[in-house]
Nanobody
Framework: QVQLVESGGGSMQAGGSLKLSCAAP????????MGWFRQAPGKEREGVAA????????SYANSVRGRFTISQDNAKNTVYLQMNSLKPEDTAMYYC????????????????????WGQGTQVTVSP
């Protein structure tokens, strides 16, 4: 069983910044793909950013490219999502996920390619 623990969500005015964290205690973290996803009420879950902890370029959704940055701290088994220039349309529950079945570079933004999920952290951006 893989435990993913998100933190860092909150309420922010448009234009502000938040940094989300996803800790994966006890997980064989290196060489895995980790992703951030979000789901707004009434909408499908969508990929925001993903990273291969073994290196290489991350993936970003077009809607967040240039504003959000995914990063990692391998010593802490933690992935981060720095969110700048927040917009009201970024309001959603944000989830961290990992694919525990695959090693190798595959930072996918497709939810079905991830098999472990955190509990989510809410991000609310007001106009």
């Amino acid at each position: 069983q893989v435990q993913l623990v998100e933190s860092g969500g909150g309420s922010m005015q448009a234009g502000g910044s938040l940094k989300l964290s996803c800790a994966a205690p006890g997980y064989t973290y290196n060489g895995r793909n980790m992703g951030w996803f979000r789901q707004a009420p009434g909408k499908e879950r969508e990929g925001v950013a993903a990273i291969y902890t073994g290196g290489g370029s991350p993936s970003y959704a077009n809607s967040v490219r240039g504003r959000f940055t995914i990063s990692q701290d391998n010593a802490k088994n933690t992935v981060y999502l720095q969110m700048n220039s927040l917009k009201p349309e970024d309001t959603a529950m944000y989830y961290c996920a990992t694919n525990s079945l695959r090693f190798g570079y595959a930072p996918s933004l497709l939810p079905h390619e991830y098999n472990y999920w955190g509990q989510g952290t809410q991000v609310t951006v007001s106009p």
